[in-house]
């Protein structure tokens, strides 16, 4: 072969390699910005008290990262827990709680626990449980302590252990499953 043609295909080869590699990172960041989005909309469909904060959230190559402001450490943990998407493999979060002496409410034995706090308690049990990977269950509190469950579950059994660790949370007096099975939708 001669000199110029080994050279003229190493430069098409090279355009089609660097060619891919763009149009990979095009995918890529179209993908990053639909997790952005569908973050953003968890962050203001799933909970009216997050709405009025400045909330910042940028994906990168799958890692979100939340920026703002918030009152509480439940306020902090909930965002973070609506931020935990599929799609999503890491959250890295840099939200600052402008009231840190503000905690999750102390309670004593008999004192009734608020909605909130048995929210942000069910859904902190279920952040890093391997049994419920790849799940997105969403959760609600009534002031009776009645705990509604929705959102889909990879499996039968994940959809009990979530039921179980719900059920087993502090304050919960009942549970009213609606989840459905990933295969089901």
Known sequence: MKPWKTVMIGVAAASLVLGAG????AND??????????????????????????????????????TGKVKTEAEKLRVETLARIRGVSRVDSKLEVENKA???????VGEELSDGWITTKVKARFVGDDMLQGSDISVDTNSDGEVTLTGTVPS????????EVARSTKGVKKVNEQLKIEADR
Request: a positive charge; aromatic letters at 2%.
């Open 102 to 108: 503000t905690r999750a409410p102390q309670t004593n």
């Open 22 to 25: 763009t149009f990979a990172s």
């Open 29 to 66: 960041s179209a993908a990053d910005q639909r997790l952005e989005s569908r973050i953003e909309r968890r962050l203001q469909l799933n909970d009216a008290k997050l709405r009025v904060h400045d909330l910042k959230v940028d994906v990168e190559k799958g890692v979100a990262t939340l």
């Open 156 to 163: 039968e059994s994940a959809r009990k252990h979530a039921v």
